[in-house]
């Protein structure tokens, strides 16, 4: 079993920055394909970005490419999403979610745990 905890979100303006981070308690970390996904009010859930167990592969839906990083610290058992250049659009919930030994990054019934949410809210 794996919980995961996301914090980092808020409000900030358009154009501005913010680092969302989610831990995850439990073994085998490291095992794990790391997702951002996210749902605006009527909208569907949409990934965000991947990252798979070591790092070295990572997905980016192309509303967010060259905005958005996401990265991990398996020491810590942590990964996160560093958002830039944020635009109006990208406020919604953001949900960390975690796929076991797959490679599935666009696929959100590949992930088998997810945490709760964190309200992202851009303002003009």
């Known amino acids: 079993q794996v919980q995961l905890v996301e914090s980092g979100g808020g409000l900030v303006q358009a154009g501005g920055s913010l680092r969302l981070s989610c831990v995850a308690s439990?073994?085998?970390?490291?095992?794990?394909?790391m997702g951002w996904f996210r749902q605006a009010p009527g909208k569907e859930r949409e990934v965000v970005a991947a990252?798979?167990?070591?790092?070295?592969?990572?997905y980016y839906a192309g509303s967010v490419k060259g905005r958005f990083t996401i990265s991990r610290d398996n020491a810590k058992n942590t990964v996160y999403l560093q958002m830039n250049s944020l635009k109006l659009e990208d406020t919604a919930i953001y949900y960390c979610?975690?796929?076991?030994?797959?490679?599935?990054?666009?696929?959100?019934?590949?992930?088998?745990?997810w945490g709760q949410g964190t309200q992202v809210t851009v303002s003009s």
């Open positions: 979610a975690a796929d076991y030994a797959d490679w599935a990054p666009t696929w959100s019934r590949a992930y088998d745990y």
């Open positions: 439990g073994r085998m970390f490291s095992s794990y394909t």
């Open positions: 990252i798979n167990w070591s790092g070295g592969g990572t």
